[in-house]
């Protein structure tokens, strides 16, 4: 792993200027700590290592405090080199490489923070988000939630590659279904990623067969797909609407070696050595009930682990049948259907890819995406659905595990 990358980081960390929730290092009660810092911009106070100074900070305080005071993502002035020290960083690193595992929601992650096969050994603080390095059954990993939609997540994964020494990632959370196939409570392993949320949207009267602007540019595409917004309309097919069309779009990748050169694409594929571990999977019992003791909240069907289809996502919580059905017509394949839809997974693999770091993605189905009879499935299942989505990340690690001896 190499850390000169660093540099690209720090333009992330410029750019994103979200507070997070504080987190204080020092002596006093509460009340105390609140009332030295009251600037809106600057509410936290954060501590040297004795607690006889402090600065007010707008995100959270580090880690590790220093002889002076100083924020979280490490002593204003350091080299990258001396930010990584004073993080703890490096002596993480040292002991690399690890498995990075990177979470959107509290709910998606507390299986794993609470379960005996996870066991901490420190909590790092970059850039407002808590980098938790632990092991899973005896695996080096580093765990990181993201928050939802693709900001979040691409500049969570970019910072876990930058800042931390791994050569794999996994990501996993719930999903909607988005194919008749799909039920409550599967995992499906997508063996490749796309985002449906870029769209060249045309301008009123005009045709299918008019270009979009940049066109001829190779900037954007009829190639893929178009939704009509008039074939979606209460009175009928076809009808005259002044919201016309959008056409679905690829995503411009630059990847190392050539970084320079933009290239248009559609599909993320993960790893095929991890898609071959995640094969043994097939056969893992999923959990059916919301209480497996008392057997309550339980599915009609049995839960199932499909590999090698295809997932997608956007910045959208997709509950209507009607886009889940183009969805899955425009962005699906013969023996590769879409079977989840979310809004983070495309952006994880994205930064991957463009990385160079191996990944693989898994979901598993809380709600059916508007398909159901009855309303969104998701507040009822989303602890079931993430529950099964940790059994299958044990078992691939286990398997990883295997893998790498």
Not at 184 to 196: F, K, Q, R
Request: aromatic content about 8%.
């Amino acid at each position: 792993m190499a850390h000169s990358q660093l540099v690209a980081s720090f333009v992330l960390v410029v750019l994103f200027c979200g507070a997070s929730s504080a987190s204080s290092h020092g002596k006093g009660p509460r009340a105390l700590l609140q009332s030295v810092c009251p600037s809106p911009g600057s509410p936290n106070p954060c501590y040297n290592a004795d607690g006889s100074k402090y600065i007010c900070c707008a995100g959270s305080c580090p880690s590790i405090p220093g002889q002076d005071p100083y924020c979280a993502g490490g002593p204003p002035g350091l080299s990258p080199e001396a930010k990584l020290e004073a993080l703890g960083i490096n002596a993480v690193n040292r002991n690399g490489p690890y498995i990075g595992i990177v979470v959107p929601n509290p709910f998606e992650i507390v299986s794993l923070l609470t379960s005996s096969t996870f066991t901490e050994t420190q909590e790092i603080s970059v850039n407002a988000r808590i980098f938790h390095v632990g092991s899973i059954d005896g695996k080096k990993v580093v765990v990181v939630q993201c928050g939802l939609t693709h900001v979040n997540a691409a500049l969570t994964t970019q910072l876990l590659i930058d800042y931390f020494y791994v050569d794999k990632i996994l990501h996993y959370g719930i999903a909607g279904g988005a194919d008749e196939s799909s039920n409550l409570g599967d995992v499906s392993i997508a063996s490749e990623w796309a985002t449906w949320g870029l769209w060249s949207w045309q301008r009123d009267g005009l045709t299918p067969d008019d270009p979009l602007p940049l066109e001829a540019f190779g900037d954007y595409t009829r190639e893929i797909g178009r939704l009509a917004f008039g074939n979606y309309s209460a009175t009928g097919p076809m009808t005259p609407n002044s919201l016309n069309s959008v056409w679905l779009q690829r995503q411009e990748l630059f990847k190392l070696p050539d970084a320079e050169t933009r290239v248009q694409t559609l599909f993320f594929p993960a790893d095929a050595g991890l898609l071959s571990i995640a094969g043994s999977l097939a056969n893992l019992q999923l959990d059916d009930c919301s209480n497996m003791t008392a057997r309550t909240g339980c599915l009609s069907k049995q839960p199932k682990i499909v590999i090698g289809a295809r997932g997608v996502d956007a910045e959208i919580f997709v509950d209507n049948a009607a886009i889940r059905d183009f969805i899955g017509a425009t962005l699906g394949a013969p023996g590769k259907p879409v079977l989840t839809i979310d809004m983070e997974s495309s952006a994880v693999a994205m930064v991957a890819t463009s990385n160079g770091i191996p990944f693989i993605i898994f979901r598993s189905v809380s709600d059916l995406a508007g398909g159901g009879a009855q309303e969104n499935e998701a507040g009822n299942f989303f602890g079931l659905a993430s529950g099964n989505a940790y059994k299958v990340l044990t078992a691939l690690i286990a398997g990883i595990s295997g893998y790498d001896a």
